[in-house]
């Protein structure tokens, strides 16, 4: 399965992107679905996950309340970012894989990235 990300942009600090993570195939129900984020000099940093075929969803910390992943569909995935803060500012990646893990290195597919920065 491919994944492709997309829905970044520039958005001032406050405001809200979507981005979307498109499957080449089918999403099977055991499958964890991920967003990551990363800077430059810093590791792939967890932001949220669904388990595909239940909905259940966790997320970081500093994203909860503002930011919501969600599902389309069969092969769709998105993540709703609202009140962005220049923190927020990185490439982000979509990422398949089975485990409920928020470790990078478990998940087997990733799609190419797609980058938001957040102005102050």
């Known amino acids: 399965v491919q994944l492709q990300a997309s829905g970044g942009g520039l958005a001032q600090a406050g405001g809200s992107l979507t981005l979307s993570c498109a499957a080449s195939?089918?999403?099977?129900?055991?499958?964890?679905m991920a967003w990551f984020r990363q800077v430059p000099t810093k590791e792939r940093e967890f932001v949220a996950l669904?388990?595909?075929?239940?909905?259940?969803t966790a997320y970081a910390e500093n994203v909860k309340g503002r930011f919501t992943i969600s599902k389309d569909g069969p092969d769709t995935m998105y993540l709703q970012m609202n009140n962005l803060k220049p923190e927020d500012t990185a490439v982000y990646f979509c990422?398949?894989?089975?485990?409920?893990?928020?470790?990078?290195?478990?998940?087997?597919?990733w799609g190419q990235g797609t980058l938001v920065t957040v102005s102050s």
């Open positions: 990422a398949r894989g089975t485990q409920w893990t928020f470790v990078a290195n478990e998940y087997t597919n």
């Open positions: 195939g089918r999403i099977y129900s055991n499958a964890v």
């Open positions: 669904v388990r595909w075929g239940v909905g259940r």
